[in-house]
């Protein structure tokens, strides 16, 4: 007996010390730096003599400085953003405002592709979503100038497929009470109305760093233009159950320097008209990478400090910004004829379009192209479908042709899972997610039919006869050889809906004007005027 009761004190002891050193590595993490503050820009000259640039601006917020958020104490995190957070139950966000559209053919597959205008989509840990995403769509629409609040929930979905969290939870985060919304915009005008808010949120705004180079004239001037805000929860370790959060502000243009300089030599000041001289205070790291995709010999305009490899194994060179520091990075090449290279990597395309004619019936369809040469790519569609346009999923078809022996495949070959919302007069668009497998040198189309509805005359726009925009579609996926979640878009689709005469109400009200002026004219005279015989001898007087 003493000898098992020996056993239990050293089991018991075990499991203590055990339960003390999660607690105290889970401290250690918690007790490191709370916040910290980065800034990195990569510069890619990319296959067709474009240039990208991707600037980053990342603040991550430990669980103490969240928690002290919460009484109203903040220092990286942007005040707004943190009521936000605390006032909606927002767990997740990721907003972006476009404008322009990304070439998949010639860019390839990147985070910094978004759809044209306006695009959110949030996780919330709340019970009532759908009044949370309102108050969130009008906070948002308030912080950068926008148009969100139309983002209401006639045009919102929640995809099933398509979307997941992207953050890192802890093992106590119940991923199955989050809800999810999405929404898009796609007139939703890209101004310096945006820019300007969303710079305010920087630390050091546009005094210094890395956003000292964010030249409104340069940047709306370009190919492609995409700026976004993400909140991401991060987590120190999976037994911790205090969680903080990743703030990051991204923006990506497309400049062309043939178009601006006419050569193929670049540099930061050629490309945006602004000298990098001061680093930023606030942040810890400040970090410029520059790579070329250019066939040919390179030359850096200025040596980098060091050199690395990507994951395509092309050369980078790395420049860190020291305080109070000069510095002007570019490409020069010694051969002036430069050809431009087609991209090897971008072999998953889609294009989307309207079917028939006429303001009674139409019909959505998508192609989908896998060009690799052997092997099958899954991917994931999500076309959310206004409440206007009403599908009829009988006519839902899916055929697949591609070069093999065998001829061509049936579509439960490639259909693996479907998820349909129908729509709500007013209330909810349509979703649709398609799950497939895309054979090798194939062709997948998709396509619905559906009816155009007769809408209230006041639900038209100013411009009626223009048409109704439809958001783009989603194409979800991760490329062979890659092991991160890539995201096309189509283009938006223009919709004419049956449209009432907007002349008339003017043609009646003039007509109907004009016919009373002669009624009540004729009718007043009658009324008013008197009648009176005239004598003779006092006409032949006059």
Same mark, same amino acid.
Not at 127 to 152: E, F, I
């Given at each position: ?30 007790a ?29 917020i ?16 942007p ?24 070439n ?35 906070? =948002?629409?308030? !912080?950068?100038?926008? *148009? /969100? +609040? %139309? ?13 997941r ?33 969303w710079?305010k ?56 320097p ?9 540099? =930061?000041?050629? !490309?945006?008209?602004? *000298? /990098? +001289? %001061? ?96 092997a ?19 006519t =839902?078809?899916?055929e ?16 693996k ?47 009626a ?34 449209t ?43």
């Open positions: 007996m003493e000898h098992r009761r020996k056993g239990r004190r050293r089991r018991s002891a075990l499991l203590l010390s055990l339960v003390l050193l999660a607690t105290v590595s889970c401290g250690k993490v918690a490191a730096k709370d916040e910290s503050y980065a800034e990195s820009l990569d510069l890619t000259h990319l296959g067709d003599g474009k240039v990208l640039a991707q600037f980053a601006f990342n603040s991550r430990g669980p103490t400085a969240l928690q002290k958020a919460q009484g109203h104490h903040y220092e990286s995190l005040r707004p953003i943190g009521e936000i957070i605390q006032s909606f139950g927002v767990e997740e966000l990721h907003l972006t405002f476009t404008q322009g559209v990304w998949y053919e010639k860019w390839g597959y990147t985070g910094a592709a978004a759809p044209s205008g306006a695009q959110l989509w949030a996780w919330f840990n709340a019970t009532h979503v759908d009044t949370q995403w309102k108050h969130l769509t009008h906070a =948002l629409a308030g !912080l950068y100038c926008g *148009s /969100l +609040n %139309q983002m209401d929930v006639s045009v919102t979905a929640a995809p099933h497929l398509s979307l969290p992207e953050g890192s939870f802890s093992r106590l985060d119940a991923m199955s009470d989050l809800k999810l919304r999405y929404g898009s915009l796609p007139r939703e005008a890209v101004c310096t109305e945006n820019l300007t808010p710079a949120l920087l630390p050091c705004q546009l005094k210094a760093g890395l956003s000292t180079l964010l030249n409104a004239y340069k940047l709306f001037d370009s190919n492609y233009y995409s700026m976004g805000t993400h909140i991401v929860p991060a987590s120190e370790a999976p037994s911790c159950t205090r969680k903080g959060i990743m703030f990051s502000q991204t923006l990506s243009v497309v400049l062309d043939l178009r601006t300089d006419n050569r193929n030599e670049w540099s =930061l000041k050629s !490309l945006l008209d602004r *000298s /990098l +001289n %001061q680093s930023c205070a606030a942040a810890e790291s400040t970090g410029i990478a520059l790579k070329s995709e250019l066939r040919g010999e390179t030359k850096f305009l200025a040596p980098p400090e060091s050199t690395d490899m990507d994951a395509n194994g092309i050369q980078r060179g790395i420049y860190s910004m020291a305080p109070a520091h000069d510095i002007n990075v570019g490409f020069s090449w010694h051969d002036a004829n430069i050809s431009h290279s087609r991209r090897d990597d971008a072999y998953i395309r889609m294009e989307r379009y309207l079917k028939g004619y006429g303001n009674e019936r139409g019909g959505i369809a998508v192609d989908l192209y896998n060009h690799h040469s052997h099958y790519q899954t991917v994931t569609y999500l076309q959310p479908v206004p409440w206007y346009l009403k599908l009829y999923m009988h =839902l078809q899916l697949t042709s591609h070069e093999a022996p065998t001829g061509k495949l049936v579509s439960t070959d490639v259909l899972r479907t998820h349909y919302q129908t729509a709500i007069d007013r209330l909810r668009p349509a979703v649709l997610e398609l799950e497939l497998a895309l054979p090798p040198n194939s062709t997948t189309t998709i396509s619905v039919d559906f009816d155009k509805s007769f809408i209230k005359y006041t639900e038209h726009p100013p411009d006869n223009r048409g109704f925009d439809v958001g783009p579609g989603m194409l979800s996926f991760v490329p062979q050889n890659e092991t991160q979640l890539r995201r096309m878009y189509t283009t938006t689709l223009l919709v004419s809906l049956p009432p005469d907007f002349s008339m109400p003017y043609n009646v009200i003039t007509l109907t004007c004009t016919l009373m002026a002669l009624f009540f004219g004729g009718l007043f005279n009658l009324l008013t005027r008197t009648h009176q015989p005239v004598s003779l001898a006092i006409k032949a007087k006059e």
